[in-house]
């Protein structure tokens, strides 16, 4: 059972059934239920003179293919906080949120439920871009001519974007 074997309020055993509309822990002694939600994601579409900026991924899901920069939102952070966030620390780039573009869920066995959240950003200074965090490399594709995409919910963004032009 893992880290919900037992109630986080009361410490005594949780029971898995359906409650509340799903299945999910909770615990018979104190009615605690246990929601296990989706971790947020900002997925960033940043584009220079009609070229997406990607980043071969350095890590697993997915090391060595191409993706979107992004990552988890922390605690007590807000989606463009994030959003600018992720993006220095992929690209060491500063960027501002132009527009959300949309929402995509996603299961994996690594980090479990997945919301992932498209984010159009702006950015007008390049000359600093370099690779760091999460991303082996990054290179400008144009957007007609784009390698194989590691992750459907990034195909989608970049398919709404190519979209919305």
């Given at each position: ?56 991924r350095a890590f697993d899901p997915g090391k060595g293919e191409w993706g979107l920069p992004g990552g ?94």
């Open positions: 059972m893992g880290y919900l074997e037992y109630c986080s309020y009361c410490g005594n055993k949780n029971q898995y059934g359906f409650i509340d509309g799903n299945n999910r822990y909770h615990c018979l002694s104190c009615n605690t239920i246990h929601y296990e939600n989706p971790k947020p994601t900002a997925t960033i579409i940043c584009v220079k003179n009609d070229e997406l900026l990607l980043a071969k988890f939102m922390e605690l007590n952070e807000t989606l463009n906080e994030a959003a600018m966030r992720e993006l220095k620390e992929e690209t060491n780039l500063d960027g501002k949120v132009k527009n959300i573009l949309s929402t995509c869920s996603h299961y994996g066995s690594i980090f479990g439920d997945i919301l992932l959240i498209g984010v159009e950003m702006v950015v007008t200074d390049f000359s600093n871009m370099r690779a760091g965090d999460d991303a082996e490399e990054l290179q400008f594709f144009n957007l007609n001519n784009l390698p194989e995409i590691v992750f459907d919910c990034h195909s989608k963004f970049i398919n709404q974007y190519k979209g919305n032009l």
